[in-house]
Protein backbone atom coordinates (compact mmCIF):
# COMPACT_ATOMS: atom_id res chain seq x y z
CA UNK A 1 0.00 0.00 0.00
CA UNK A 2 1.51 3.87 -0.66
CA UNK A 3 2.98 5.70 1.78
CA UNK A 4 6.07 7.25 3.05
CA UNK A 5 8.49 4.89 5.02
CA UNK A 6 11.51 6.21 7.32
CA UNK A 7 14.15 3.61 8.08
CA UNK A 8 14.94 2.88 11.20
CA UNK A 9 12.35 4.25 13.72
CA UNK A 10 15.52 4.32 16.31
CA UNK A 11 18.91 5.02 15.23
CA UNK A 12 22.24 5.25 17.75
CA UNK A 13 25.42 6.59 17.03
CA UNK A 14 28.42 8.13 18.42
CA UNK A 15 29.33 11.40 18.07
CA UNK A 16 31.93 11.95 15.53
CA UNK A 17 30.06 9.83 12.68
CA UNK A 18 28.16 10.08 9.79
CA UNK A 19 24.79 8.48 9.85
CA UNK A 20 21.96 8.32 6.95
CA UNK A 21 18.53 8.56 7.39
CA UNK A 22 16.38 6.88 4.37
CA UNK A 23 12.91 8.18 3.65
CA UNK A 24 11.44 6.45 0.63
CA UNK A 25 7.94 7.13 -0.73
CA UNK A 26 5.80 5.05 -3.04
CA UNK A 27 3.34 7.97 -3.91
CA UNK A 28 4.37 9.28 -7.35
CA UNK A 29 4.86 12.67 -5.82
CA UNK A 30 7.44 15.28 -7.20
CA UNK A 31 8.53 17.04 -4.06
CA UNK A 32 10.22 15.87 -0.73
CA UNK A 33 11.36 17.68 2.23
CA UNK A 34 13.26 16.75 5.35
CA UNK A 35 12.50 18.12 8.37
CA UNK A 36 14.18 18.98 11.88
CA UNK A 37 11.84 18.99 15.61
CA UNK A 38 13.48 18.91 18.56
CA UNK A 39 11.32 18.69 22.37
CA UNK A 40 8.42 20.85 22.50
CA UNK A 41 9.31 22.83 18.94
CA UNK A 42 7.93 22.93 15.79
CA UNK A 43 9.68 21.49 12.33
CA UNK A 44 12.28 22.96 10.69
CA UNK A 45 13.03 22.89 7.01
CA UNK A 46 16.47 20.86 6.35
CA UNK A 47 16.23 20.50 2.91
CA UNK A 48 13.75 19.67 0.13
CA UNK A 49 13.90 18.51 -3.51
CA UNK A 50 11.23 19.63 -6.04
CA UNK A 51 12.33 17.75 -8.98
CA UNK A 52 15.16 14.76 -8.98
CA UNK A 53 18.51 15.82 -9.43
CA UNK A 54 18.06 19.30 -7.80
CA UNK A 55 17.56 20.03 -4.30
CA UNK A 56 17.87 23.51 -2.06
CA UNK A 57 18.68 24.40 1.52
CA UNK A 58 16.28 25.12 3.92
CA UNK A 59 16.72 26.98 7.08
CA UNK A 60 19.36 24.95 9.01
CA UNK A 61 21.06 23.08 6.42
CA UNK A 62 24.52 23.44 7.87
CA UNK A 63 25.72 19.82 9.14
CA UNK A 64 23.38 18.24 6.58
CA UNK A 65 23.97 16.88 3.02
CA UNK A 66 21.09 15.38 0.89
CA UNK A 67 20.69 13.46 -2.59
CA UNK A 68 18.13 13.52 -4.97
CA UNK A 69 18.98 10.57 -7.88
CA UNK A 70 15.37 8.67 -7.82
CA UNK A 71 11.95 9.71 -7.23
CA UNK A 72 11.05 7.50 -4.72
CA UNK A 73 14.12 8.21 -2.80
CA UNK A 74 15.32 11.10 -0.66
CA UNK A 75 18.04 10.31 2.22
CA UNK A 76 19.60 12.27 4.65
CA UNK A 77 23.14 12.48 6.28
CA UNK A 78 24.12 13.68 9.04
CA UNK A 79 27.70 14.82 9.51
CA UNK A 80 29.88 15.32 12.07
CA UNK A 81 29.48 19.03 11.21
CA UNK A 82 26.42 19.26 12.79
CA UNK A 83 26.60 20.24 16.42
CA UNK A 84 23.55 19.28 17.96
CA UNK A 85 22.22 15.82 15.79
CA UNK A 86 20.15 14.49 18.41
CA UNK A 87 16.53 15.11 17.28
CA UNK A 88 13.60 13.56 15.65
CA UNK A 89 13.82 13.96 12.25
CA UNK A 90 10.93 13.63 9.41
CA UNK A 91 10.52 13.29 5.98
CA UNK A 92 7.49 14.40 3.91
CA UNK A 93 6.60 14.23 0.41
CA UNK A 94 3.78 16.26 -1.49
CA UNK A 95 1.49 15.99 -4.07
CA UNK A 96 0.37 19.48 -6.51
CA UNK A 97 -3.22 20.14 -5.65
CA UNK A 98 -5.49 21.55 -8.78
CA UNK A 99 -4.64 24.86 -7.52
CA UNK A 100 -0.69 24.33 -8.14
CA UNK A 101 0.32 24.28 -4.99
CA UNK A 102 1.84 21.41 -2.55
CA UNK A 103 -0.20 19.13 0.08
CA UNK A 104 2.28 17.74 2.20
CA UNK A 105 2.24 14.11 3.95
CA UNK A 106 4.57 12.49 6.80
CA UNK A 107 6.38 9.97 6.97
CA UNK A 108 6.44 8.21 10.84
CA UNK A 109 10.23 9.90 11.59
CA UNK A 110 13.51 8.81 12.74
CA UNK A 111 14.66 9.59 16.05
CA UNK A 112 18.28 9.82 16.45
CA UNK A 113 20.27 9.68 19.58
CA UNK A 114 24.55 11.06 19.33
CA UNK A 115 25.74 10.10 22.55
CA UNK B 1 11.26 33.67 6.33
CA UNK B 2 7.35 33.84 7.33
CA UNK B 3 7.07 33.26 10.94
CA UNK B 4 3.89 31.69 11.82
CA UNK B 5 2.34 31.46 15.91
CA UNK B 6 0.18 29.71 17.45
CA UNK B 7 -2.05 30.17 20.32
CA UNK B 8 -2.61 29.33 23.01
CA UNK B 9 0.89 27.52 23.79
CA UNK B 10 -1.51 24.82 26.01
CA UNK B 11 -4.95 23.96 26.32
CA UNK B 12 -6.47 21.47 28.41
CA UNK B 13 -10.47 20.48 28.30
CA UNK B 14 -12.69 18.49 29.65
CA UNK B 15 -14.00 15.92 27.24
CA UNK B 16 -17.27 17.23 25.19
CA UNK B 17 -15.91 20.88 25.19
CA UNK B 18 -15.26 22.85 22.27
CA UNK B 19 -11.90 24.65 21.34
CA UNK B 20 -10.59 26.80 18.94
CA UNK B 21 -6.82 27.20 17.83
CA UNK B 22 -5.36 29.97 16.12
CA UNK B 23 -2.64 30.25 13.70
CA UNK B 24 -1.00 33.94 12.55
CA UNK B 25 1.46 34.42 10.02
CA UNK B 26 3.42 37.23 8.95
CA UNK B 27 3.35 37.54 5.05
CA UNK B 28 1.12 36.40 2.19
CA UNK B 29 0.96 32.77 1.42
CA UNK B 30 -0.50 30.44 -1.26
CA UNK B 31 -0.40 27.24 1.09
CA UNK B 32 -2.20 26.57 4.45
CA UNK B 33 -2.15 23.40 6.48
CA UNK B 34 -3.03 21.73 9.80
CA UNK B 35 -1.55 18.83 10.94
CA UNK B 36 -2.12 17.01 14.60
CA UNK B 37 0.61 14.97 15.92
CA UNK B 38 0.10 12.17 17.76
CA UNK B 39 2.49 10.69 20.97
CA UNK B 40 4.20 8.55 18.83
CA UNK B 41 5.31 11.64 16.45
CA UNK B 42 3.26 10.96 13.37
CA UNK B 43 1.60 13.91 11.73
CA UNK B 44 -1.60 13.71 10.38
CA UNK B 45 -2.92 15.58 7.52
CA UNK B 46 -5.87 17.32 8.96
CA UNK B 47 -6.43 20.50 5.86
CA UNK B 48 -5.17 22.19 3.22
CA UNK B 49 -6.62 25.55 3.39
CA UNK B 50 -5.13 27.96 1.64
CA UNK B 51 -8.51 29.97 2.47
CA UNK B 52 -11.92 29.52 3.04
CA UNK B 53 -13.62 26.98 5.14
CA UNK B 54 -13.73 23.46 5.68
CA UNK B 55 -14.98 20.70 7.80
CA UNK B 56 -14.06 17.09 8.33
CA UNK B 57 -16.47 15.82 11.30
CA UNK B 58 -16.06 17.43 14.80
CA UNK B 59 -13.26 19.40 13.21
CA UNK B 60 -13.48 22.60 10.85
CA UNK B 61 -10.95 25.08 9.74
CA UNK B 62 -11.12 28.84 8.08
CA UNK B 63 -8.47 30.64 6.63
CA UNK B 64 -8.39 34.31 6.24
CA UNK B 65 -5.83 35.43 4.01
CA UNK B 66 -5.78 38.62 3.70
CA UNK B 67 -5.50 39.18 7.53
CA UNK B 68 -3.39 36.19 7.77
CA UNK B 69 -4.81 34.12 10.26
CA UNK B 70 -6.24 30.54 10.26
CA UNK B 71 -8.53 29.06 13.04
CA UNK B 72 -9.10 25.33 13.98
CA UNK B 73 -11.95 23.99 15.52
CA UNK B 74 -12.01 21.07 17.26
CA UNK B 75 -16.21 20.29 18.46
CA UNK B 76 -17.46 17.93 21.35
CA UNK B 77 -13.64 16.89 22.29
CA UNK B 78 -12.63 13.54 22.89
CA UNK B 79 -9.56 12.13 24.54
CA UNK B 80 -8.32 11.00 21.75
CA UNK B 81 -8.36 14.36 19.83
CA UNK B 82 -4.63 15.19 22.55
CA UNK B 83 -1.70 15.28 20.53
CA UNK B 84 -0.02 18.56 19.60
CA UNK B 85 -1.64 20.88 16.10
CA UNK B 86 0.51 22.33 14.13
CA UNK B 87 -0.17 24.99 11.44
CA UNK B 88 2.50 24.95 8.57
CA UNK B 89 2.40 27.67 6.12
CA UNK B 90 4.43 28.06 2.74
CA UNK B 91 4.88 31.23 -0.11
CA UNK B 92 5.55 31.35 -3.82
CA UNK B 93 8.89 28.39 -3.76
CA UNK B 94 7.18 25.53 -1.35
CA UNK B 95 9.10 26.40 1.27
CA UNK B 96 7.32 25.59 4.61
CA UNK B 97 6.96 27.23 8.05
CA UNK B 98 6.00 25.31 10.60
CA UNK B 99 4.46 27.08 14.12
CA UNK B 100 5.30 26.12 17.88
CA UNK B 101 2.23 24.11 18.17
CA UNK B 102 -0.58 23.96 20.30
CA UNK B 103 -0.74 21.14 22.94
CA UNK B 104 -3.88 19.81 23.96
CA UNK B 105 -4.63 17.74 26.71
CA UNK B 106 -8.26 16.14 26.62
CA UNK B 107 -9.27 14.52 30.08
CA UNK B 108 -11.87 12.27 30.76
Known amino acids: DGGITQSPKYLFRKEGQNVTLSCEQN?????MYWYRQDPGQGLRLIYY???????QKGDIAEGYSVSREKKESFPLTVTSAQKNPTAFYLC??????????????FGPGTRLTVT | GIQVEQSPPDLILQEGANSTLRCNFS?????LQWFHQNPWGQLINLFY???GTKQNGRLSATTVATERYSLLYISSSQTTDSGVYFCAVAGNFNKFYFGSGTKLNVKP
Open chain 2, 49 to 51: IPS
Open chain 1, 49 to 55: SQIVNDF
Open chain 1, 27 to 31: LNHDA
Open chain 2, 27 to 31: DSVNN
Open chain 1, 92 to 105: ASSITTPTGQDEQY
